[in-house]
């Protein structure tokens, strides 16, 4: 199927659910879900950011700054803190996790009359480690993407062919996902970890993960840009350590989506 067909299927799905909640994250996949609910639904699309521990205060920053500026319908709602059970992190912790947040996307959904929840979630999800996916899917949360087949690749040049700004915005996951899992989260290892990507995005790198191996600050960053992180080692070995690491070690893999799941 062309990109052309599978924009047209996906307007049409999203057309005929009538009126939409969709969970917004300030991503390229829910920010380009949003614009076209916005265009084809109007007033009976509106966006829900879920706030909590698990977000570094930049993606909120930012996600209000995008759904300003495309004009969405748009709240933020505070998500309950992290319970015993996601502390533990066992590695189906993000089932639990979206189960939660599905429930509170649904009662604001119903809330303001709106026929479905959807998420940004794509075909190139489906091909890692995502409990999430199931539980969203159980709780009747609809992927609009996958329904018309579309990868992030597609979603990337779709938004792109759009004129929409955020096409190549690096790709985001929650704090926790830096975390290996049966380690317990803690919010100090969060602010811990938020604090040193904020060093690296300070310092222009685009798609960087920092993995918090208890003392140790495992970097991956693109392979293109290992060597400007080695220039800038200094900085980042002394503010590494003020946010509470001991040692700072490169990943000379580079950065990949769901390194942490190579493990299961």
């Known amino acids: 199927m062309t990109r052309d ?5 996906l ?15 300030g991503g390229v996949d829910s920010g380009l879900l949003a614009v076209i609910a916005r265009d084809l639904l109007g007033e009976k699309a ?18 209000e700054a995008m759904a300003r500026d495309l004009c969405l319908s748009f709240e933020i709602v505070r998500a309950p803190g992290l319970d015993r059970d996601f502390r533990r992190n066992p590695p189906d912790r993000c089932y639990h996790c979206k189960k939660k947040d599905a429930a509170i996307l649904k009662t604001k959904a119903k809330e303001r009359g709106l026929a ?40 990337r040049h779709i938004a792109r062919e759009s004129g929409l700004s ?18 317990e989260i803690t919010d100090a290892k969060l602010r811990m970890v938020e604090s040193a990507e904020e060093l690296l995005h300070e310092l222009g790198f685009g798609q960087v ?56």
């Open 5 to 9: 067909a599978k924009r047209a299927l």
């Open 11 to 25: 307007e049409r799905k999203i057309a005929e659910k009538g009126s939409m909640l969709v969970a917004f994250s």
């Open 46 to 63: 509106h966006c829900v950011f879920l706030d909590g521990p698990l977000v570094p205060r930049s993606a909120l920053a930012e996600a």
């Open 116 to 155: 479905v929840v959807a998420d940004g979630i794509n075909l190139s999800d489906t091909t890692e480690h995502r409990p999430g996916l199931a539980a969203s899917s159980e709780e009747g949360i609809v992927h609009p993407f996958i329904e018309a087949g579309m990868t992030k690749s597609d979603i």
């Open 166 to 183: 955020f096409w190549n915005k690096p790709s985001a996951a929650c704090l926790s996902s830096r975390i290996p899992y049966g380690e």
């Open 209 to 264: 993960r920092v993995r918090c191996h208890g003392a140790i600050a495992r970097i991956e960053v693109e392979p293109a840009e290992m060597d400007r992180l080695l220039a800038e080692r200094r900085a980042i070995v002394a503010r590494f350590k003020e946010a509470g690491f001991s040692y700072v070690a490169l990943d000379l893999e580079g950065y990949r989506s769901g390194s942490m799941d190579e493990v299961l």
